[in-house]
C-alpha cells in the first residue's frame, strides 16, 4: 500500500502537449516521479510526450532526467533526489510522438496510441502556450478522441485561461462544443497547494471557526502574493498580461474564495465548486470610476535586494521599453452577501517585491477600549489570524497578553501552528495531488467554467478602466509595492499587514 492509503489509480495513456516545454521538466515530469516513487500509479500507465521537435521515447525520458539530476545537484536537500531503478521503472513507460498540434495527421497517430495501450483510457494535458489551447481541443474532438465509449478522455487545461472575459467566455464555449463539463480538468495550480487545501478544512473541521468567521466580527481581509522574482525568461508572455490578469482572476480569487465561501453540502465537486462559483460570482462589480479608485498599479524600477542590484522593469530582456505593465497591483473588493456585506477585501501581488509572502490576514475588529480608558495601557490592536501559504506554512493567531510587571502593558504575541512541526511533508512539486485527482476522475480541485468566468467578470472593470485612464505607478525593485498601495488602506484607516 502507498503512504497515504488511497487506491492507485487506473491505467491510462497520459498525452503532454508542449512535451519540450517548461512545465512538463520543471513541474509535470517531477510531480509524476513523486506519484511513482509513492505506488500511486498503475503498471499501465503510459505517458507520451507530444511536440513538433523530433526525438525518440528514450530520448525524451533522458531529457528529463538530465534536468532532475541537476535540480538535484543545484539543491541542498537531498529529499528531492532522483533514484535510479525507480526512475528507470517510470521511463519505461514514457514515449514521444512528433507531431504539429494543427495536423490531423498527429491526432491519427495518437488514435492509434491508444488502440495499442490495454484500455481506452486518455488525458490530454494542454501543457501548450494558450493559443493552440482551442485548436487542438477541436482537433481531438474532430478525431473522435473525446468519445468516452471505451475509456474515460479527459482533457487538462493550464492557465491562462482566456486574457479577458470574453476570451475565457469563448474558449470555454469552443471546449463544452466537443466534451462536457466532466472531462475538463482546468487547473489552476494554487489548488494543488497543501495549505490552500488546508484552508477548507480548517474553517469546516474547527466549530469555534464559524462563529466568528463573517462581518460581525471580522473587520477586513488582505490576500498577499509578494514574489522576489522579477519578469525572467518570460517577457513575451508578461508584457501584455500584467499582474491583475497573471495572479488575480486565477490564484488570488481561489485564496478568496477559501477564505469566503460558504460551508459546502458535501466535499464533492459539484457542492464545493458551486459554493466557490457562487462566491466569486457576489464581488461586486465596480463601475469604471470606482475601479480606477480601488486600485493601484505599479511597476518596478532599479532597485536592490540586499547586496544584489536590480534591474528595472523596462530594462529585462524584451519588455518594451515605454511598457505600461503593471508588475504590481492592489485591489479592494466587496463581496455583496449576507456574511460578507462591509468587509472589504484587499488583495495585492507583485514581482520584485522585499521578500517572498503568500498569505492570507484576516484581521479582526478590535476589542472596545471601555476597559482600559483610565490606564496607560495603549489601544489594543487589531487581531489578525494569518494564514500562510508559502513559505513557513501554517496558521498564526496574534493575541494581546500582559507584558509582566508592575504597570497594565500589553504586548502582541502569537498563538502559531507551522506545517513543519507537526507533518513530514515529502517532498512534492503541488501537482501531485492534482495529476492524482485527474486520474481518478475528481473535480474539486479544478475550476469549473462558471468559476473561471465569474473571476474574469469581477476584474472585467479594472481592465477596462485602466484602458482610459489611471496611473502605474513606479516603485523600487526589493521594496514593497508604491506608496499609492499604502494610501488605499489609510484612507480606511486600515494598514496593510506585515510582509514576512
Ligand atoms: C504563475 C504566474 O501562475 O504563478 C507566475 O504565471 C507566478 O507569474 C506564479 O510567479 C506564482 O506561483 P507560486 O506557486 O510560486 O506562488
Redesign the pocket.
Known amino acids: 500500500m502507498n503512504p497515504y492509503n488511497v487506491e492507485t489509480a487506473p491505467p491510462c495513456t497520459l498525452f503532454l502537449f508542449g512535451a519540450n516545454g517548461d512545465l512538463v521538466k520543471r513541474l509535470l515530469m517531477p510531480a509524476l516521479y513523486n506519484l511513482s516513487r509513492d505506488g500511486l500509479l498503475d503498471r499501465n500507465l503510459r505517458i507520451v510526450g507530444v511536440d513538433h521537435n523530433a526525438a525518440t521515447g528514450a530520448e525524451f525520458a533522458e531529457r528529463l532526467a538530465a534536468f532532475m539530476r541537476e535540480r538535484d545537484k543545484a539543491a541542498a536537500d537531498s529529499a528531492q533526489s532522483l533514484d535510479p531503478k525507480r526512475w528507470a521503472r517510470l521511463a519505461k513507460r514514457i514515449d514521444y510522438l512528433t507531431g504539429d498540434f494543427l495536423d490531423p495527421d498527429t491526432y491519427q497517430a495518437i488514435a492509434k496510441h491508444i488502440g495499442r495501450s490495454r484500455n481506452g483510457n486518455a488525458i490530454f494535458y494542454l501543457a501548450t502556450a494558450p493559443r493552440f489551447f482551442a485548436d487542438v481541443v477541436q482537433r481531438l474532438g474532430d478525431g473522435g478522441l473525446l468519445n468516452e465509449t471505451e475509456g474515460f478522455r479527459r482533457v487538462v487545461i493550464e492557465?491562462?485561461f482566456g486574457s479577458d472575459l470574453a476570451s475565457a467566455e469563448l474558449l470555454n464555449a469552443c471546449l463544452l462544443r466537443v466534451m462536457s463539463e466532466k472531462q475538463i480538468y482546468r487547473i489552476?495550480?494554487?489548488l494543488g497547494?497543501e495549505t490552500v487545501q488546508n484552508i477548507l478544512v480548517s474553517r469546516f473541521s474547527n466549530g469555534l471557526f464559524e462563529a466568528f468567521w463573517n462581518n460581525h466580527y471580522i473587520d477586513h481581509v488582505q490576500i498577499t502574493?509578494a514574489?522576489t522574482?522579477g519578469?525572467e525568461e518570460?517577457a513575451a508572455?508578461?508584457d501584455h498580461?500584467g499582474?491583475l490578469r497573471?495572479?488575480v482572476p486565477?490564484?488570488l480569487f481561489q485564496l478568496l474564495a477559501m477564505v469566503a465561501m460558504e460551508p459546502p453540502a458535501a466535499f464533492g465537486a459539484d457542492a464545493v465548486r458551486s459554493e466557490k462559483a457562487k462566491v466569486i460570482g457576489a464581488i461586486r462589480p465596480w463601475s469604471k470610476a470606482m475601479a480606477l479608485k480601488n486600485s493601484v498599479r505599479g511597476q518596478y524600477t532599479e532597485g536592490r535586494q540586499g547586496r544584489k542590484k536590480l534591474k528595472g522593469y523596462r530594462d529585462e530582456p524584451r519588455v518594451a521599453a515605454d511598457s505600461q505593465t503593471e508588475t504590481y497591483v492592489a485591489l479592494k473588493v466587496m463581496i455583496d452577501n449576507w456574511r460578507w456585506v462591509g468587509v472589504p477585501f484587499y488583495l495585492r501581488t507583485g514581482?520584485r517585491m522585499s521578500v517572498?509572502d503568500?498569505e492570507i490576514a484576516i484581521c479582526f475588529k478590535p476589542a472596545p477600549y471601555a476597559q482600559f480608558r483610565d490606564s496607560d495601557a495603549e489601544r489594543p490592536k487589531p487581531n489578525y489570524l494569518k494564514i500562510q501559504?508559502?513559505p513557513n506554512e501554517g496558521m498564526w493567531f496574534d493575541l494581546q497578553a500582559k507584558r509582566p510587571g508592575p504597570a497594565l502593558a500589553m504586548e502582541n504575541v502569537e498563538l502559531g501552528f507551522a506545517y513543519k512541526d507537526f507533518f513530514n511533508m515529502r517532498p512534492a512539486t503541488?501537482y501531485e495531488t492534482l495529476i492524482y485527482d485527474c486520474l481518478i476522475g475528481d473535480q474539486t480541485l479544478f475550476q469549473r467554467a462558471d468559476n473561471i468566468e465569474n473571476g474574469w467578470r469581477a476584474v472585467q472593470p479594472f481592465l477596462d478602466a485602466w484602458k482610459e485612464g489611471g496611473e502605474v505607478h513606479a516603485y523600487a525593485a526589493g521594496e514593497d509595492g508604491p506608496v499609492a498601495a499604502d494610501e488605499l488602506l489609510a484612507r480606511e484607516r486600515r494598514v496593510w499587514h506585515r510582509l514576512g
Do not use: L, W
Request: hydrophobic letters at 30%; proline letters at 4%; glycine letters at 4%.
Open positions: 492557465k491562462p489552476d495550480h494554487y497547494k502574493a514574489e522574482v519578469v518570460r508572455f508578461y498580461t499582474a497573471d495572479m486565477n490564484h514581482k517572498r503568500t501559504i508559502q503541488g
